[in-house]
């Protein structure tokens, strides 16, 4: 018998700020997000949603909520009100 490890996304990481672009075909979101407690430099970031059906209802210049998995890369995320509770 194998064990197999599973990983379960931790969206811990908060981002927030205004698309610049979407990338529909890879399944991307490049945000500018703005600098916050625990992420102190305001910069642009490419993440992966995880609902890429999502994609289809972010435009850009939109602001956006999200929260990431740093353990990805890119960061996979979701947006803060889809996000699990805990």
Same mark, same amino acid.
Not at 16 to 22: D, P, Y
Not at 61 to 86: F, H, I, K
């Given at each position: 018998?194998?064990?197999?490890? +599973?990983?379960?996304?931790?969206?811990? @990481? @908060? *981002?927030? =700020?205004? +698309?610049? @672009?979407?990338?529909?075909?890879?399944? %991307?979101?490049? *945000?500018?997000?703005?600098?916050?407690?625990?992420?102190?430099?305001?910069?642009?970031?490419?993440?992966? %949603?995880?609902?890429?059906?999502? %994609?289809?209802?972010?435009?850009? =210049?939109?602001? +956006?909520?999200?929260?990431?998995?740093?353990?990805?890369?890119?960061?996979?995320?979701?947006?803060?009100?889809? @996000?699990?509770?805990?």
């Amino acid at each position: 018998m194998v064990a197999h490890a +599973v990983h379960a996304l931790a969206f811990v @990481a @908060a *981002v927030h =700020g205004n +698309v610049t @672009a979407i990338d529909s075909t890879h399944d %991307l979101l490049t *945000v500018h997000h703005h600098a916050h407690e625990g992420m102190a430099m305001e910069m642009t970031m490419v993440v992966k %949603l995880k609902d890429t059906k999502r %994609l289809a209802t972010l435009r850009e =210049g939109e602001y +956006v909520d999200l929260r990431c998995d740093q353990s990805r890369n890119p960061w996979v995320c979701v947006l803060a009100e889809d @996000a699990p509770t805990r």
